[in-house]
């Protein structure tokens, strides 16, 4: 008796184990032409690079059977990157948004995405003619409507390579609404301190069209009213992260947000925008700058159909790849209506920025713009002043080139010239890894402490 | 005893079960974080749709959790699309590469890629300031290699976001070339029939140092051995699929070689190009044209400098996802020295251009360009002429508008005229899904049909 119950117990046993390895096998959960794939994109995620770096899947080598090396942060070298190089220069130059490195880490199971080989080799998506999908676009508006930045009805969402592409498509478009029998160009201008890619791109592409005229101040002075003007309004600005307005009106002013840093991280969300052609970038929205994505959000029909022209005929459309991963990624953040990321990314800015605002205020060589907590519509809660950027100005009568005086302490930012303002200013980076602030925040110290050797020498 | 043994052997059974399942669930090569991802990618790759049609990860709905749907063919309908529509008119217009997807079906686990969620995030690879990945640089050159259609040593490689943006690029760097200072842009010029992208670009953009100037045969006449000219030579040709030369040279003349369709499907490989500038794009290379991705191969360093800065201002380079992905496309391709994948798509545009032949050799109305068969180096043997598009001339005089006779019937191509020559010509897409094909040659025998009944009433 007591030998027929073993037996039978040991049979369920036995059932039960096939039965799990069979659904473990077989079920479409169980993955099978995905497996090769899964298994080196894990592989890759456990190459151990000392907390210092990253093993990427089309890392150097790996065409020759390699496993993936890891990619070291800067100052960090070795096999594994463990080995912190000494009185390291430090790069605070770059918007490198990898403060968000480690949330997408944390959401590995959710962010993931497998593609097939034969995922959309088409040029269009189903609906003839469109390069953009439908349901990206669908999320972006749910993305508006739960931060609460930005209007999205009666708006067509254009998609580009990067805000970057869509800064050149938007500018192309406005200055054709000039009409091309005028002979004088549309200006293109900015209140400074600009971002420098405006004036790098209409400079650059030389289009008949437009010339960049530099300053909306300056213009607003000479403005007759006739010549046709196109101003970029960056909200809150690159590099000082305040909030600016248009400085231009008038029947012969046209005005392109740029919004690319107006979410929870930056700055507070005060009101959702209701711009004629706003942009935005996912780079500053998930972190994803490799991506090349942003888009813009137009409410006249034929400003949308000259932009689109123009992205047809740069690039026909944004990477087909890179809209499935953005739908995904997007739907990880709008999952708890971006309370996750939102809190993560805000939280780490503003460790960053008691750091740098503590040490700057031992200082009276360098002064930080800096501006008072402000409500905060998304947060329901006032929030503290914490821009990707710190926008710093050298006072001393003889540091006028702020840019070399940064640079001689090791620490690379980029100069106010290129910002259209003076070299008195310098920016720097605060939104790139923990390891590149930590190495910008000592440097800073080192920097500043000298001020006091100097007192004491005195 | 046997009671013993019995129990032993559950056990032991057991035991092997315990093991087989922890592995499954342990070993890197059982997913865990990937699991999901590949789950939903599994699920999309099982909805039926009938052999004419296909579901993706990003089809409409899939935000409110209904499964993808199928997104049908051409002239299919139905949630399956199981329906074929009656006397459905013909998309034989755009180049869409379908032809090759599957090929890619079939090499489901090979090419499949798993993206991490925080796969790439910064701007730059980690050779700083590049936007290119250098491993996909190294089995793009391996590829010319094992084809053997191009050389590239001492050659700098430079991506873009389809051939698109590289034709952009390249007509810009060289039009820079022509100092600023002279007060003549860069003409712009190709031989008849061309790729109207060409003369689309250069008139949307509209850049100070440029203007296109049409037909480099008629520019030729003019040639006043001073002016700035670009000409771009497409080779094999679109639309006519005929290898050509450039028309014009001299110390005022640059060339831009666009090698697009310079693959053993289209063509004969005769020999290894060795041009200045020469530009090849994914979509012609293995099909994934919605990945917007191309390359040019650059023997000038200035030129390729100004190409990166073209680049770089308006996109940022190409995105990092789609970078990671051609590289395992590029990976399937040269493992077996492309034998598999370039066999495939001329054995398919082989049996579509018979049967193009045959009933177009029925017809006295249509004509049809054709070349004798020619030795290939790559398939080492002599093959057929087996271009991506049929380019039909209509004989018969009052036949003046040869797009609108085909529309008639049903079949829409694309005007001769939008490729800078006469009307009397329209340009058939051959390398679209075999659906499309079947429907077109099914719209074809119709047409020519026509022609006969005619005779035989008379």
């Given at each position: 008796m007591e030998k027929k119950l073993l037996i039978a117990a040991s049979i369920i046993l036995n059932l039960r184990f096939t039965i799990h390895s069979l659904y473990n096998n077989?079920?479409?959960?169980?993955?099978t032409w995905t497996n090769r794939a899964a298994g080196e994109a894990e592989a890759a995620a456990y190459v151990?690079?000392?907390?210092h770096g990253r093993a990427y899947l089309?890392?150097?080598g790996v065409l020759d059977g390699h496993k993936p090396p890891c990619e070291c942060n800067n100052c960090y070298t070795g096999k594994d990157c463990s080995i912190l190089l000494q009185d390291c220069p430090v790069d605070a130059?770059?918007?490198?948004?990898?403060?968000?490195e480690p949330f997408w880490i944390g959401k590995a199971e959710e962010s993931a995405v497998v593609e097939s080989g034969?995922?959309?080799?088409?040029?269009?998506?189903?609906?003839?003619?469109?390069?953009?999908s439908a349901e990206l676009e669908r999320i972006i508006k749910k993305l508006h409507n739960v931060v609460g930045n930005a209007v999205t009805d009666d708006r067509f969402i254009i998609f580009g390579t990067g805000a970057t592409q869509l800064i050149a498509a938007s500018v192309h478009a406005l200055s054709l609404t000039?009409?091309?029998?005028?002979?004088s160009p549309s200006r293109l201008v900015s209140s400074v301190?600009?971002?420098n890619m405006y004036q790098q791109q209409a400079e650059f592409f030389r289009s008949a069209h437009l010339k960049f005229e530099g300053d909306a101040h300056v213009w607003k002075q000479r403005n007759d009213n006739i010549t046709q003007v196109i101003e970029i309004v960056t909200s809150p600005n690159n590099p000082d992260g305040k909030a600016k307005r248009a400085v231009l009106d008038g029947p012969n002013v046209k005005t392109i947000h740029?919004?690319?840093?107006?979410?929870p991280y930056f700055t507070p969300i005060t009101h959702q925008v209701d711009e004629d052609l706003s942009l935005f970038s996912l780079s500053k929205t998930?972190?994803?700058?490799?991506?090349?994505f942003g888009w813009a959000l137009v409410k006249d029909k034929a400003v949308y159909e000259r932009m689109k022209t123009y992205i047809t005929l740069s690039s026909?459309?944004?990477s087909r790849d890179t809209q499935l991963r953005v739908l995904q990624l997007l739907k990880v953040v709008i999952d708890d209506g971006g309370d996750e990321i939102f809190n993560f990314g805000y939280g780490t800015l503003k460790k960053r920025w008691e750091i740098v605002n503590k040490i700057l205020s031992m200082s009276t060589r360098f002064s930080l713009e800096t501006k008072k907590p402000e409500y905060c519509n998304y947060f329901k809660r006032v929030r503290d002043f914490?821009?990707?950027?710190a926008w710093v100005?050298?006072?001393?009568?003889?540091?006028?080139n702020c840019y070399e005086i940064f640079k001689a302490a090791k620490i690379t930012g980029r100069n106010g010239q290129e910002f259209?303002?003076?070299?008195?200013f310098v920016r720097l980076s605060l939104i790139k890894s923990q390891n590149d602030f930590d190495q910008l925040s000592n440097m800073l110290k080192k920097l500043v402490s000298q001020e006091h050797v100097g007192a004491d020498s005195i």
């Open positions: 077989f079920s479409i959960w169980s993955p151990s690079c000392s907390g089309d890392g150097i130059d770059s918007g490198d948004p990898l403060f968000l034969w995922h959309r080799m088409s040029y269009q998506f189903e609906e003839l003619g469109s390069f953009d000039n009409s091309s029998s005028s002979s301190p600009y971002y740029d919004y690319a840093y107006y979410w998930t972190g994803h700058a490799g991506s090349r026909m459309g944004v914490t821009p990707s950027y100005k050298c006072e001393r009568l003889e540091d006028i259209g303002t003076e070299e008195r």
